[in-house]
């Protein structure tokens, strides 16, 4: 998938509710339980290098996901992505919510955002994770794309 561009989502599971400083956004809380954060990569690189920066450990702090992948409490569960030559965050994003009625973090992750989401990192507290897995290569199937999962 190297230099291929496109949207990608990163389902994680937060362990134990925590609280946590998200840069611009503050204190925030999170419950345990599943979160997928969706986001897009057009630039230099493109998915295979944006997924590879946020999951290492040593980087500077730049976007909001940033300040929840590497805490101890997160366990970073499957990796999804899928080519576009347009960004289509939203469009998953918001496909993910009807599929799993998930809860949008407010604020998270939807600086850029096209179309009002409210937020792209989506919270789902008591579904399991075949389900989390089902509802997001759904909502990618939904908007067009052809899905590649990895799980972690």
Same mark, same amino acid.
């Given at each position: ?60 702090? &730049?976007?909001?996901?940033?300040? #929840? ?7 970073? &569960? ?12 939203? $469009? ?6 009807? $599929? ?7 604020? &998270?992750?939807? !600086? ?10 989506? &919270? ?8 989390? #897995? ?6 990618? !199937? ?11």
């Amino acid at each position: 998938m190297t230099n291929v561009i496109g949207v990608y989502s990163i389902l994680l599971q937060i362990l134990k509710d925590l609280t946590l400083e998200v840069g611009s956004l503050g204190s925030m809380s999170f419950l345990g339980g599943f979160y997928v954060y969706t986001g897009s990569a057009m630039g230099p690189g493109g998915i295979s290098a944006r997924i590879s920066r946020h999951l290492r450990s040593e980087k500077k702090v &730049f976007w909001h996901i940033d300040y #929840l992948i590497g805490n101890q409490s997160i366990k970073v &569960f499957a990796l999804f992505s899928a080519e576009s030559k347009r960004k289509l965050e939203c $469009n998953v994003n918001k496909s993910i919510v009807s $599929n799993l009625d998930a809860s949008i973090v407010s604020g &998270f992750g939807s !600086s850029d955002c096209l179309t009002a989401c409210g937020g792209h990192l989506l &919270f789902m507290r008591d579904i399991g994770s075949q389900v989390c #897995l089902r509802g997001i290569g759904e909502a990618y !199937s939904t908007s067009g794309l052809d899905p590649v999962s990895t799980l972690v």
